[in-house]
């Protein structure tokens, strides 16, 4: 069964500091892969996708991902980080064809002054 | 592009009543899902429809839950004789085929 990772459950990070958010899947075939984040209260934001192509993904808000085939990993990144970025942020895969989103557990964002 | 609407966004109810969340698509999204997120995990596949068709449904989605979509366009999610383990945010996304989910805020549903 497919299945996501995100083994951080917190991170901290200060304002200005650079930032890495880890997912890892397991599934037969390379899914569709998301990034998504969630302010408290509010719905899931699209930050970034990856069907095909170039492995490194921009997003918005300054975001991007790296997708490792062999590594069965979809890491985000943020060079500088901004205390508007504190959230919960969220991994998540499609199978081909995208039917319905398998979610990570979630990473919560603090960003410290 | 209005967005993926949901209403309410919180409903409090007691247990064993019914209650029902309405999600209004992105209009040109023939494809619809809920999801239930309960507090500390990510959101949980409950259902999907393209057009007015249910195509998948969860082992989630108990004998007590059903999802209509009758003209393709707004969705209903009705739960019955509900329970406190119903407590949870219900999400309602849309897209269309090959395009990513666009999430709305969710209704929040609280069982006392």
């Known amino acids: 069964a497919q299945s996501v990772t995100q083994p951080d459950i917190h991170i901290t990070v200060s304002e200005g500091a650079s930032l890495e958010l880890r997912c890892n899947y397991s599934?037969?075939?390379?899914?569709?892969l998301f990034w998504y984040v969630q302010s408290p209260g509010q719905g899931l934001q699209l930050l970034l996708k990856y069907f095909s192509g170039d492995t490194l993904v921009q997003g918005i808000k300054g975001f991007e991902a790296e997708f490792k085939r062999s590594q069965s990993s979809f890491n985000l990144r943020k060079p500088s980080v901004h205390w508007s970025d504190a959230a919960e942020y969220f991994c998540?895969?499609?199978?081909?064809?995208?039917?319905?989103?398998?979610f990570g557990a979630g990473t919560i964002l603090r960003v410290k002054s | 592009d209005t967005g993926v609407s949901q209403n309410p966004r919180h409903k409090i109810t007691k247990r064993g009543q019914n209650v029902t969340f309405r999600c209004d698509p992105i209009?040109?999204?023939?494809?619809l899902y809920w999801y239930r997120q309960t507090l500390g995990q990510g959101p949980e596949f409950l259902t999907y429809?393209?057009?007015?068709?249910?195509?998948?449904k969860s082992r989630l989605l108990s004998d007590r839950f059903s999802a209509e979509r009758p003209k393709g366009s707004f969705s209903t999610l009705e739960i019955q004789r509900t329970e406190q383990g119903d407590s949870a945010m219900y999400l309602c996304?849309?897209?269309?085929?090959?395009?990513?989910?666009?999430f709305g805020d969710g209704t929040r549903l609280s069982i006392l």
């Open positions: 209009s040109e999204h023939n494809r």
């Open positions: 599934y037969g075939a390379t899914p569709y």
């Open positions: 429809f393209q057009n007015e068709a249910q195509l998948e």
């Open positions: 998540a895969v499609a199978p081909f064809g995208g039917n319905k989103l398998v």
């Open positions: 996304a849309s897209s269309s085929w090959r395009e990513p989910q666009h």
